[in-house]
Nanobody, 122 residues
Framework: QVQLVESGGGLVQAGGSLRLSCAASGGTFSSYAMGWFRQAPGKEREFVAG????????YYADSVKGRFTISRDNAKNTVYLQMNSLKPEDTAVYYC???????????????WGQGTQVTVSS
């Protein structure tokens, strides 16, 4: 079973950028679709972005489309989330997820990391 460790979170001003990383181990990374989710205080966890095992197919929540970009490097067993034009409402704990296919990732089913905090100040 794949283990996931997120990094790259922090405090940034509105309009700024951050890049999150998620390193995978213990499984065949290139066989997993990957995704990012987030959970703000008092809210349910929500889907942010997903990417197929090959990297060819990507899918984004409407709230981040055009601002966030998901990518992966199968040689490094890592998936990334480039976040630009950050807004205070992007503040949340961001989680990495792995699943056998993209639709399963989007559905929120699969393995999870421990999360990394992103705080956007106004």
């Amino acid at each position: 079973q794949v283990q996931l460790v997120e990094s790259g979170g922090g405090l940034v001003q509105a309009g700024g950028s951050l890049r999150l990383s998620c390193a995978a181990s213990g499984g065949t990374f290139s066989s997993y679709a990957m995704g990012w989710f987030r959970q703000a205080p008092g809210k349910e966890r929500e889907f942010v972005a997903g990417i197929s095992w090959s990297g060819i197919n990507t899918y984004y929540a409407d709230s981040v489309k055009g601002r966030f970009t998901i990518s992966r490097d199968n040689a490094k067993n890592t998936v990334y989330l480039q976040m630009n034009s950050l807004k205070p409402e992007d503040t949340a704990v961001y989680y990495c997820a792995a699943a056998p296919n993209l639709s399963t990732v989007v559905a929120g089913k699969g393995n999870w990391g421990q999360g990394t905090q992103v705080t956007v100040s106004s």
